[in-house]
């Protein structure tokens, strides 16, 4: 079973609410890890039949405390030149919801208020 750090990771609590959400949606939603030899991938993955697939990254609400990472910084471009958006989310709520599903990726609006680490 997933395991989600919610004491070391704030963000953590909102991803688990977002896969949960997204689950009774019928979507496949997969965890994406990081390390040390994978960075700058976004942290969910989640594929529909009717929708596709949508890379998610999940940071707090208002950025407060949340940062894009150099490699996020440096790959994210990439994925969407690539024909792979990436939809930033904050909150498991039907608003979010059809965002992800209905206007195209949003990662970039972020890019003023997210302090690189």
Not at 10 to 28: C, D, G, L, S
Not at 97 to 103: A, G
Request: proline share 6%; glycine share 6%.
């Amino acid at each position: 079973m997933e395991q989600f750090k919610s004491r070391k990771q704030p963000e953590a609590k909102i991803q688990k609410e977002i896969v949960t959400y997204f689950r009774n949606k019928e979507w496949f939603v997969v965890r994406m890890v990081g390390n040390a030899f994978q960075q700058g991938i976004p942290d969910l993955l989640a594929t529909h039949h009717k929708y596709g697939p949508r890379f998610i990254e999940v940071k707090l609400p208002g950025m407060k405390g949340s940062h894009f990472t150099a490699a996020q910084l440096e790959y994210f471009p990439k994925f969407c030149a690539n024909g792979m958006g990436i939809w930033i989310m904050t909150a498991a709520n039907a608003e979010q919801y059809r965002m992800v599903v209905t206007e195209p990726p949003n990662w970039w609006q972020y890019l003023s208020t997210a302090r690189k680490v």
